[in-house]
């Protein structure tokens, strides 16, 4: 029988087929760790003697979490970081620079690579036709060492649509949610999913991004799209086609279930508190008062969600009971904002920009929430607690909903 997308970047990499359910030791492209789980693996490779690193050049610490640090105990592991790379020559990307996931994707990966990361929504890099996942701190320390890991082999979900495009007002991040909410938070365990199909073939990568990166809030090991003409024009972009290659899966290929969305009948959706499979249409949410709105992460917070937004909020005020925040996802996006004037139209909405980087999403600085209070973001998560105050209430949106919200004061879509 065939193999699956997992099933054959595993293979490749570990020089035999290997087949869902095996388990199987290979080497790995890259690996990345940030500031918030990076300082324990570090401390991991000391206590094991290992300070070391296999591939230099293909491990990148990412100063994002924090950034910049608001206390002395993060700015100290920001450093135990930077003293790490000095003592190995890994790579660092500073304080300011973005998110590493958007940046993995911008700078590093590349269809049929393997990418493991200290943190969970490293299943970004599946847009790529990466196998990209996130693992714990102290695997991730040995990979940094040795240049390899194990996995057990994923089985595969493989999710289609049907229909020819999104109904207005609706985005990749609504389909996830949806997606989400029928599969439940953790209704793929350890699975891969495969996004498929005449309708993913033509996503943009910025969709499938947002999609990649949400695999791991139904449980995921991955979220994978094969590699095709989207790949390969979203890899020129940033000056990598060399580096491109088509990757399908097979079409014998096994699935253990195969998932349909109709696209067409889609609305706009939202997540409510405080899992992210509950949800539902925004225009079923009722009547949600919001106190601040965030417009960015890891999820989206590239450009075209910064125009998406901009453009809903050009030549108008955000509500005065409303903050609302704007994180770019990296330095270089901050840098086309500020060519296109979305920065100034944010600020004449009366919007705050922060740095690029995880910003508000975290709950360490810029934006945590007071005693029940209320904020509509476009992150991927909103656990009790997760942006700083388990008091608080979190909601998951479009950047879309995000903005229209911001102007009305309460959760609203076009």
Same mark, same amino acid.
């Given at each position: 029988?065939?193999?699956?997308?997992?099933?054959?970047?595993?293979?490749?990499?570990?020089?035999?087929?290997?087949?869902?359910?095996?388990?199987?030791?290979?080497?790995?492209?890259?690996?990345?760790? &940030?500031?918030?789980?990076?300082?324990?693996?570090?401390?991991?490779?000391?206590?094991?003697?290992?300070?070391?690193?296999?591939?230099?050049?293909?491990?990148?610490?990412?100063?994002?979490?924090?950034?910049?640090?608001?206390?002395?105990?993060?700015?100290?592991?920001?450093?135990?970081?930077?003293?790490?790379?000095?003592?190995?020559?890994?790579?660092?990307?500073?304080?300011?620079?973005?998110?590493?996931?958007?940046?993995?994707?911008?700078?590093?990966?590349?269809?049929?690579?393997?990418?493991?990361?200290?943190?969970?929504?490293?299943?970004?890099?599946?847009?790529?036709?990466?196998?990209?996942?996130?693992?714990?701190?102290?695997?991730?320390?040995?990979?940094?060492?040795?240049?390899?890991?194990?996995?057990?082999?994923?089985?595969?979900?493989?999710?289609?649509?049907?229909?020819?495009?999104?109904?207005?007002? +609706?985005?990749?991040?609504?389909?996830?949610?949806?997606?989400?909410?029928?599969?439940?938070?953790?209704?793929?365990?350890?699975?891969?999913?495969?996004?498929?199909?005449?309708?993913?073939?033509?996503?943009?990568?910025?969709?499938?991004?947002?999609?990649?990166?949400?695999?791991?809030?139904?449980?995921?090991?991955?979220?994978?799209?094969?590699?095709?003409?989207?790949? &390969?024009?979203?890899?020129?972009?940033?000056?990598?086609?060399?580096?491109?290659?088509?990757?399908?899966?097979?079409?014998?290929?096994?699935?253990?279930?195969?998932?349909?969305?109709?696209?067409?009948?889609?609305?706009?959706?939202?997540?409510?508190?405080?899992?992210?499979?509950? +949800?539902?249409?925004?225009?079923?949410?009722?009547?949600?008062?919001?106190?601040?709105?965030?417009?960015?992460?890891?999820?989206?917070?590239?450009?075209?969600?910064?125009?998406?937004?901009?453009?809903?909020?050009?030549?108008?005020? +955000?509500?005065?009971?409303?903050?609302?925040?704007?994180?770019?996802?990296?330095?270089?996006?901050? &840098?086309?904002?500020?060519?296109?004037?979305?920065?100034?139209?944010?600020?004449?909405?009366?919007?705050?920009?922060?740095?690029?980087?995880?910003?508000?999403?975290?709950?360490?600085?810029?934006?945590?929430?007071?005693?029940?209070?209320?904020?509509?973001?476009?992150?991927?998560?909103?656990?009790?607690?997760?942006?700083?105050?388990?008091?608080?209430?979190?909601?998951?949106?479009?950047?879309?909903?995000?903005?229209?919200?911001?102007?009305?004061?309460?959760?609203?879509?076009?």
């Amino acid at each position: 029988m065939g193999l699956t997308l997992s099933e054959k970047i595993l293979s490749e990499h570990s020089g035999r087929e290997v087949k869902a359910g095996e388990i199987t030791v290979c080497p790995v492209d890259w690996v990345l760790m &940030q500031d918030g789980t990076g300082p324990l693996a570090v401390r991991q490779l000391e206590k094991l003697n290992m300070v070391k690193a296999a591939h230099p050049d293909h491990v990148v610490l990412f100063l994002d979490h924090a950034s910049p640090s608001p206390k002395k105990e993060l700015s100290n592991d920001h450093n135990t970081l930077r003293d790490f790379s000095r003592k190995t020559g890994v790579l660092v990307s500073e304080i300011g620079e973005g998110i590493s996931h958007q940046i993995m994707a911008e700078k590093y990966i590349n269809p049929g690579e393997i990418l493991v990361g200290s943190d969970s929504h490293t299943c970004t890099g599946g847009a790529l036709t990466v196998f990209a996942t996130g693992m714990g701190s102290t695997d991730v320390a040995v990979a940094i060492a040795t240049g390899k890991t194990w996995f057990r082999v994923p089985e595969t979900f493989r999710i289609t649509a049907k229909g020819k495009k999104f109904p207005k007002g +609706v985005y990749a991040k609504d389909l996830m949610l949806y997606l989400i909410g029928r599969l439940t938070a953790d209704g793929a365990n350890y699975k891969a999913l495969q996004f498929d199909g005449p309708f993913f073939e033509n996503m943009e990568v910025k969709d499938r991004l947002t999609i990649s990166n949400m695999a791991v809030e139904a449980g995921a090991k991955v979220g994978l799209f094969p590699s095709n003409k989207m790949t &390969q024009k979203y890899l020129r972009q940033y000056g990598r086609s060399r580096n491109y290659r088509e990757i399908l899966p097979d079409k014998d290929a096994v699935y253990e279930r195969v998932v349909e969305i109709d696209v067409e009948k889609l609305r706009p959706v939202i997540s409510k508190p405080h899992t992210v499979d509950n +949800v539902c249409f925004v225009d079923e949410v009722g009547d949600v008062k919001v106190d601040q709105v965030l417009i960015g992460t890891c999820t989206n917070g590239r450009i075209e969600d910064l125009r998406l937004a901009a453009g809903i909020l050009k030549g108008r005020k +955000v509500a005065g009971s409303v903050r609302c925040l704007v994180a770019p996802g990296s330095r270089s996006i901050y &840098q086309q904002a500020l060519k296109e004037g979305l920065i100034g139209i944010f600020l004449d909405a009366g919007c705050v920009i922060l740095p690029p980087g995880c910003a508000a999403c975290v709950g360490v600085h810029q934006g945590i929430l007071g005693d029940n209070e209320v904020c509509l973001s476009t992150q991927n998560r909103n656990f009790k607690g997760r942006m700083g105050n388990p008091d608080s209430s979190i909601y998951l949106s479009s950047p879309a909903v995000a903005a229209c919200s911001a102007l009305e004061g309460r959760i609203t879509s076009f």
